[in-house]
């Protein structure tokens, strides 16, 4: 079968690494089908050439909130163009509307939550023109109705170590800067504005970490630069996995990048493991900067807690390395809240003189979150299915709260002034 996997670009994405999840499907599906990348920067010009998608039996497209607008406009073109072809979704957005997403374009087949056994399972039955019924783990067009399959279980431990390496030689030379390095999957805490749908946390063992890790090893000369992003969401979650993983990459000449939450940092004593690594980028996610609005969304942090965490790296080299993490605009907010926040992110920043200015993000509602399910406690209205089908619905700024459209403007532009004015932008100027 020939078999084309891809991801709609948007311009919230990271250009600087390729999406993990289409590389770790490619390792599968080679194997048996023949297959290709379209990678997310390259998709629109594939896409004019009519004769690219010429032989293309099933394409697989990965979906988030963001590029779901831009990915049904694609869907339409390619079943207008090749009403044979087999379009298949999947990723987070596609996992929580599944029956929406197929109501609201041509799309024929959802792959719901991890796709590693059911999308290449699915792709064998197609191929062998089967019932779908027996696939578990998807939702498909059948009729004129939507059928949903049972659930299929999480891939247990074992099974995530027996994934193949990743298809890295996929990935086009000289077009990212960090190769994506997963050792862990799901995570263990729930706040209430994340969308990530696997709870709890499964460790691949040290051994597949070692192999995948010399696999990109071998390969790192197709990147712009030596450098690592691991992908995981707990990468902090296991004081002796993260310092396994830590002291892996601490040997070699990788520069890193992850994500971090502070209480695992502080709970599990990782800071002078953090002073072995190279980093280019260790963001910290703090969200909120007052106390109510952390208790809100559940992230396990007070302000003092913060403080802490600030005093044990401050003198650490890796702290200029911190990337700040904030979101304003939650559907509760006030200017006084929105305010506490910038001026804490910056207060951050300046504490561990980092080196570039606290990425202070508009609140984005994603389907499947605490906060979505009730929303209409906090603003007496509610978010409908057709919401993410608007172009636009991420760049209203402070557009699920209250405040006045004058006052979204005033804090904007206070906002642009304290990121202007960060240490690291002047002395860039």
Known sequence: MNVLLTMSYTNTMDDGTPPNGILVLASIVEKHHNLKIVFPFELSNFLSNKSNLGGIDLIGFSVNSFNWVVTKKQIQYINKQFPHITIVLGGPHATTMHKYCLEDSNAHIVVRGEGEITFPELINVINKNEDLSSVLGITYKKDNSIVVNNNRKLLSTDELNNLPIPAYHLIPPNKYEYIPFETSRGCRFKCTFCAIPFDGVRYFSYDK?????????????????????????????????????????????????????????????????????????????????????????????TVSKVAEFINLVAEKKFSRKIFWSFIIGFPWEDETDILNTINFAFECSYSTNTELPPQVNNFAPYPGTEILANYDKYNNSSIKNDFWNNETWSQIFLGQTKISEQNRNVIQKYLLERTKKHPSLILDN
Do not use: P, W
């Open 209 to 301: 970490i070692v192999a995948n890790f010399d696999a990109i090893k071998k390969l790192s000369n197709i990147f712009s630069q030596k450098a690592l992003f691991i992908t995981d969401d707990s990468f902090t979650s296991d004081k002796k996995h993260c310092e396994n993983v830590i002291n892996l990459i601490a040997k070699s000449d990788f520069k890193v990048g992850c994500e971090a939450r502070i209480s695992e940092i502080i709970k599990n004593n990782l800071v002078d493991s953090f002073e072995l690594l190279d980093f280019y980028m260790l963001q910290v996610g703090v969200e909120c900067g007052y106390d109510d609005g952390l208790k809100k969304v559940k992230k396990g942090l």
